[in-house]
């Protein structure tokens, strides 16, 4: 009982301040040099059938689906600066998961917790890595189509 005790008065030592985590620096050093990663999908989903299935919903996150959201929102959201990457990212992700689920089989749908939210974490993740990769030419691209439809809307007014 002593030993605890003489342990918890070290530990919470006023003197010394808060407790630091030594190697928290070096984590965030690690990943602000490499990026976040995700493990090698195969070492997290083993069933063949659900790695397949997995790999063709990340084939389901791709630039011609990136492009078909960015029209249906159109320049609005992005030049009110109303849609951040993260969200543009989400919505990549749930548009692609949407037509995964149309076309997968009822055991991959109805399969473990596990499996189906590592396959959801490897989509947002692989959408957010889209995003990222594409949001400074999304914005420059948004922001000609914004100014070429204000250009015709001038040129349609009466007034002109």
Known sequence: FRSTVA???ISTDKKQGPRQDAMADVRKESIARAGVR???????????????AAEYLLNHVCDNRLQNLLSKLGPEPFITQSVT??????MLAKDA????????????????????????????????????????????????????????????????
């Open 85 to 90: 990457p993260n969200e543009l990212a989400a």
């Open 97 to 160: 998961l949407k037509d995964f689920l149309k076309e997968a089989e009822p055991t991959i749908v109805n399969g473990s917790n596990y499996m189906r939210n590592e396959m959801c974490r490897y989509c947002i993740f692989e959408s957010r890595k889209l995003v990222c990769k594409e949001w400074k030419n999304i914005l420059c691209a948004m922001k000609e189509q914004h100014a070429a439809s204000e250009g015709e809307e001038v040129a349609s007014s009466p007034s002109a």
């Open 38 to 52: 995700l493990p090698l999908l195969p070492t997290v989903i083993q069933k063949k059938e659900e790695l397949e």
């Open 7 to 9: 342990f918890q008065e």
